[in-house]
């Protein structure tokens, strides 16, 4: 099951609107990584609160766009991903994109996480964004 949740903001149009659509999607790309989707729980907050949960669980303290919490087995996506609606409309201005241009990349970058893709480096953020690109193209 796939779940959208808001913990400090309102729940964006875009979910509000096209949650099913949005599942779907995100269903298809996992099952292009070979995966099923089990328990999968998207937590929209605000800076404050993902700063919180910076702190908390990864000792670090700043600002992003996304934590993910894993949670997958060997033939389901599970975790609890969080997105700062704060941080996504402010990348989204920086890439030039619409907010739900970047609300929908990020949504996606968490589900790629989940299936072990890295952004470290130069290298796997790279790769990150094509596996983002391409998954995108099939909304």
């Known amino acids: 099951?796939?779940?959208f949740l808001t913990d400090r903001v309102e729940l964006p149009e875009l979910i509000a609107t096209r949650a099913k659509?949005?599942?779907?999607?995100?269903?298809?790309v996992a099952a292009g990584y070979g995966y099923?989707?089990?328990?999968?729980?998207?937590i929209l907050?605000?800076?404050e609160k993902i700063l919180e949960v910076n702190r908390q669980f990864l000792g670090h303290d700043y600002y992003t766009d996304v934590i993910t919490f894993d949670y997958t087995t060997p033939s389901r996506?599970?975790?609890?991903?969080?997105?700062s609606l704060d941080t996504v409309s402010s990348n989204a201005v920086e890439a030039g994109v619409t907010k739900d241009e970047e609300l929908?990349?990020?949504l996606v970058h968490g589900?790629?996480?989940?299936?072990?893709?890295?952004?470290k480096t130069p290298e796997t953020k790279a790769e990150?964004?094509?596996?983002e690109n391409q998954a995108l193209s099939l909304l």
């Open 45 to 47: 907050c605000d800076d």
């Open 128 to 131: 990150m964004t094509r596996k």
């Open 111 to 119: 589900l790629l996480h989940l299936t072990g893709q890295a952004d």
């Open 1 to 3: 099951m796939i779940q």
């Open 104 to 106: 929908t990349r990020i």
């Open 77 to 83: 996506l599970n975790g609890d991903i969080y997105i």
């Open 36 to 42: 099923g989707v089990g328990d999968l729980t998207y």
């Open 21 to 28: 659509e949005l599942e779907m999607w995100l269903r298809k």
